[in-house]
């Protein structure tokens, strides 16, 4: 069974800052898709960004990247220029090829402080 | 385009009771995925329904069930409630997943569910 584990319950940034969220996982899969969603104080949880397993280039989604480590299976995120709008709870989650369940890790609460 | 619907936004039941919640999909999805996210327990992955069939279920017990319509629109019942079933039920839904594709999964705002 895969396993996602994010280590950081809480951060804080100062706004305009950068900040990295960690995510660690486990699986014996080979092909799989990783996803950082966020969840701010009105509980809907928002896609951020995906990652394939196969592509090795990291994704990018305007102020936010991923720092994706295969062999070490590490999955972090990286929010550039920190807005008070990004504060919220951040889950890192996997997911299987051909649809499936997402797996997702304890999440990570980060404060944004103007 | 309208994002995925959830209905009702709160629900407040006794234990024992029956409770159902409505999730409809967007338009041209036609997986839908049922997550519940109880306090402590993080988000745990409840059903994957498509084609009307369900294709996949998450550790929990048979009181969990539910369905999926023709218009891909999707309930989750939960029978003899009990208090640990309070928690926040979100629906999500995706374009139906190709051999070795997986797509996107977007979420509903949620149904907060309260047994007491």
């Known amino acids: 069974a895969q396993t996602v584990t994010q280590s950081q319950p809480e951060m804080s940034v100062q706004e305009a800052e950068t900040v990295t969220l960690s995510c660690t996982y486990d699986?014996?899969?080979?092909?799989?898709?990783l996803f950082w969603y966020k969840q701010p104080p009105s509980r809907q949880m928002i896609l951020v960004i995906r990652q394939e397993a196969y592509k090795q280039q990291n994704a990018t989604e305007n102020r936010f990247s991923v720092n994706f480590q295969k062999a070490a299976k590490s999955f972090s995120l990286k929010i550039s220029d920190s807005q008070l709008g990004d504060a919220a709870m951040y889950f890192c989650?996997?997911?299987?090829?051909?649809?499936?369940?997402?797996?997702f890790g304890e999440g990570t609460q980060l404060t944004v402080n103007p | 385009e309208a994002g995925v619907t959830q209905s009702p936004t709160h629900l407040i039941k006794t234990r024992g009771q029956q409770a159902t919640l409505r999730c409809s999909p967007i338009s041209g999805h036609t997986s839908v995925y049922w997550y519940q996210q109880a306090l402590g327990l993080g988000l745990q992955f409840l059903l994957w329904y498509d084609e009307g069939e369900e294709r996949n279920r998450g550790n929990f017990p048979p009181r969990f069930s539910g369905r999926q319509f023709p218009n891909y629109s999707s309930e989750l019942n939960v029978n003899a409630l009990e208090l640990e079933d309070s928690a926040l039920y979100l629906c999500?839904?995706?374009?139906?997943?190709?051999?070795?594709?997986?797509?996107?999964?977007?979420f509903g705002p949620g149904t907060r569910l309260t047994v007491t």
């Open positions: 699986t014996s899969e080979s092909d799989y898709y």
């Open positions: 989650a996997f997911s299987e090829t051909s649809g499936s369940r997402l797996t």
């Open positions: 999500a839904s995706s374009l139906r997943p190709g051999q070795g594709v997986t797509y996107e999964q977007y």
